[in-house]
């Protein structure tokens, strides 16, 4: 049955190692320095690559120079949201900005299976450097290989951490709504799992406490517009709600599209505001107030560190301040009691 898998596709050395009961960093150290094993072990990870026909790519490696042009980005393996791609995009841009061609490889796992992934691409000698978008176990055995850089953007999901759940927009939007009169709001919000969506559900009832306001309810489910439109129409007819803070634009859409079914009009029965400002959100009727996420600057932040490593340099470019910005649309006003 070993053998059936890997013959689909060239073995790795994290087949080795498993095959072999051993760490990636143990059958790292018996292709560069075997003498520093014990007998058993070496003899252990000996037979796994026999068994597997592990072919470490040593050609490229003899050839390697200092500068092969090529930079890989590493991460997690799952279905790719909107956010990703904008940082991706950026990151490629940047890379190409310094000469460099970058490969974007996409792991399935966690830590441990991505820093099996990158010692393979360093191992391999094809490449200077190694981006990679969520945690990696074992940096110092890494960086004793190659050039390996973190920006830990994203966990083993791919949803959002570290500079994502900066969620300081929600309380500035549930602010202004007060300004214009709203006191009864309603949070819809995505999965109770997703890091982002908690951060932002908490700053919704931080926000709604500090000024007093009325919340009725935080609504938590998938990001799905479906979802929120449901939620909107088994509000009951009497309800005092006129402030709903989605969060992100699919559920601000779903919930626009409730009100609708219900006859209720948005924004003058109902203020909507969503986030990430997807372009679409400009030329709904009306056009959604959302919240800008700067994803650019992330994956050019990213990678210009990674070049920075490369070329011997400290990184000089800063987290791009503020990350999150609000942009005011039509989809909000003044609360209906207090239209003149």
């Known amino acids: 049955m070993e053998d059936e898998v890997h013959k689909s596709r060239r073995p790795t050395m994290k087949d080795v190692a498993k095959l072999a009961g051993v760490s990636h960093q143990t059958v790292s150290r018996y292709l560069h320095v075997p003498e520093t094993l014990k007998p058993r072990t070496h003899a252990a990870v000996k037979e796994a690559i026999n068994t597997l026909e592990y072919h470490p790519n040593l050609l490229a490696r003899s050839m390697r120079t200092p500068r092969t042009g090529m930079l890989a980005l590493v991460m997690p393996g799952h279905p790719m949201p909107y956010s990703p791609a904008k940082v991706l995009a950026s ?19 966690g830590a441990a299976e991505r820093a099996a992934r990158v010692l393979d691409l360093i191992a391999g000698g094809l490449v200077e450097g190694v981006l990679s978008l969520a945690d990696l176990d074992g940096m110092d055995s890494l960086r004793a290989h190659g050039t390996v850089e973190v920006a830990a953007f994203y966990d083993d ?5 570290g500079p994502f759940l900066e969620a300081t927009p929600i309380a ?13 709001f309603l949070h819809i919000g995505g999965p109770e799992q997703n890091p982002a969506s908690n951060a932002r ?15 009725a309810g935080m609504s938590i489910g998938p990001w799905d517009g479906a979802y929120a439109r449901d939620v909107v129409l088994q509000l009951p007819a009497d309800s005092l709600i006129t402030a709903v803070v989605a969060g992100n634009d699919e559920l601000a859409a779903g919930a626009i599209a409730g009100a609708a ?32 996420v ?27 301040r503020p990350l999150n910005t609000v942009i005011w649309r039509d989809s909000v006003t003044v609360a209906p009691n207090d239209r003149p």
Do not use: C, K
Not at 201 to 215: K, N, Q, T
């Open 91 to 109: 990151a490629t841009a940047e890379a190409h900005r310094w000469g460099y061609q970058l490969e974007i490889l996409s792991v399935e796992g």
């Open 157 to 161: 999901n791919l949803n959002g951490i």
């Open 172 to 184: 500035q939007i549930v602010r202004r709504m007060a300004e214009l009169g709203h006191r009864h």
């Open 201 to 215: 559900r908490r700053a919704f009832a931080a926000a709604i406490e500090e000024l007093g306001l009325v919340s």
């Open 261 to 292: 079914l219900r006859g209720w009009r948005v924004p003058t029965r109902l203020s909507v505001s969503g986030w990430d400002d997807n372009s679409v959100g400009a030329f709904m009727p009306p056009a959604l107030t959302s919240v800008r």
């Open 294 to 320: 700067d994803h650019a600057s992330l994956g050019e932040l990213a990678m210009s560190r990674l070049i920075a490593s490369l070329r011997g340099e400290q990184p000089t470019t800063p987290l791009p």
